[in-house]
C-alpha cells in the first residue's frame, strides 16, 4: 500500500534488532524486547527517526508528496488507535 521497498523495511528491523529493541527467532518471527520502553529515551527516538526517514527516502524516490505521506501515516496512527 505505502509502496516501500524491501530493503528499506529490512534496514528498519535489522537497526531496531540492532538497537537491542527487537528479536528475531528463526522459524517463529520478530519480537519487541522490551514490553514498556520510555519514550524518553534518546535511542528509541532515534531508532523511530531512522525508521521515519527511511520511509520518507522513499517517498521522495519515487515522487510522492511528502505531504501525502505525512497523510497516509496520521491515516494509520488513527486507525490503529481505534483498536
Given at each position: 500500500m505505502l509502496k516501500v521497498s524491501r530493503n528499506t523495511v529490512?534496514?528498519?528491523y535489522n537497526d531496531l534488532e540492532h538497537g537491542g529493541d527487537l528479536k528475531a527467532y528463526?522459524?517463529?518471527g520478530t519480537f519487541v524486547v522490551k514490553e514498556a520502553i520510555s519514550w524518553k529515551s534518546q535511542s528509541f527516538k532515534n531508532n523511530i527517526i531512522?525508521?521515519?526517514d527511511l520511509g520518507i527516502d522513499e517517498v521522495l524516490k519515487i515522487g510522492m508528496e511528502p505531504e501525502e505521506?505525512?497523510?497516509i501515516v496520521n491515516q494509520r496512527?488513527?486507525?490503529k488507535s481505534m483498536h
Open positions: 529490512s534496514t528498519a528463526q522459524g517463529k531512522k525508521f521515519v505521506f505525512l497523510d496512527v488513527h486507525e
